[in-house]
T-cell receptor, first 113, second 114 residues
Framework: QQQVKQSPQSLIVQKGGISIINCAYENTAFDYFPWYQQFPGKGPALLIA?????SEKKEGRFTISFNKSAKQFSLHIMDSQPGDSATYFC????????????FGTGTKLQVIP | SQTIHQWPATLVQPVGSPLSLECTVEGTSNPNLYWYRQAAGRGLQLLFY??????ISSEVPQNLSASRPQDRQFILSSKKLLLSDSGFYLCAWSRLTGGGSEQFFGPGTRLTVL
């Protein structure tokens, strides 16, 4: 019940295309859903996050879509660029406690020119 | 602003040798701290977390241990390294935000056990 399932495992997108990464969760206690971007040899960096009281959040070319009833959320990267090539992790967390964050298994995105 | 440091950046150690990785956080007080391990091309495995000085919780039984001697210092240790301990070790701190939790990662330590 604590898992966050992420797909696809890897993704190749043409430059200028839309990259879509999907995540699903089961634990209804999750109420915060961040996405992380990791370049090779670096630590993950927070990219964008959403709370379940909104269905969409957009920051530049990055958009999170959230479907609370389906317990699914996704990251859309519009106009994908080679510089977006990285591994993306979705995550989920709940209130209080020690603030554990449950991560998805990651999606390796490659944007080809 | 908050920053998180890890050292060393890379480490090559023989099997059976000890290990000490250090993580420090600046610009915040009483952070929750975490150690993760990431195998090549894989996801993030939570190893330890700490909510305060001297308070350590282990997520996965293994050959490693953690300590928090100061508020903003987190140390990952081993008495005898195994080949399977190789990986990318990440320290992170977290803050609450609007009811949820965001984690901020350090630059990582690449450990190779030979």
């Amino acid at each position: 019940q604590q898992q966050v399932k992420q797909s696809p495992q890897s993704l190749i997108v043409q430059k200028g295309g839309i990259s879509i990464i999907n995540c699903a969760y089961e634990n209804t206690a999750f109420d915060y859903f961040p996405w992380y971007q990791q370049f090779p040899g670096k630590g993950p960096a927070l990219l964008i996050a959403i709370r379940p009281d909104v269905s969409e959040k957009k920051e530049g070319r990055f958009t999170i879509s959230f479907n609370k009833s389906a317990k699914q959320f996704s990251l859309h990267i519009m106009d994908s660029q080679p510089g977006d090539s990285a591994t993306y992790f979705c995550a989920a967390s709940g209130h209080g406690g020690y603030q554990k964050v449950t991560f998805g298994t990651g999606t390796k995105l490659q944007v080809i020119p | 602003s908050q920053t998180i440091h890890q050292w060393p950046a890379t480490l090559v150690q023989p099997v059976g040798s000890p290990l000490s990785l250090e993580c420090t956080v600046e610009g915040t007080s009483n952070p929750n701290l975490y150690w993760y391990r990431q195998a090549a091309g894989r996801g993030l495995q939570l190893l330890f977390y700490s909510v305060g000085i001297g308070q350590i919780s282990s997520e996965v039984p293994q050959n490693l241990s953690a300590s928090r001697p100061q508020d903003r210092q987190f140390i990952l240790s081993s008495k005898k390294l195994l080949l399977s301990d190789s990986g990318f070790y990440l320290c992170a701190w977290s803050r609450l935000t609007g009811g949820g939790s965001e984690q901020f990662f350090g630059p990582g330590t690449r450990l190779t056990v030979l």
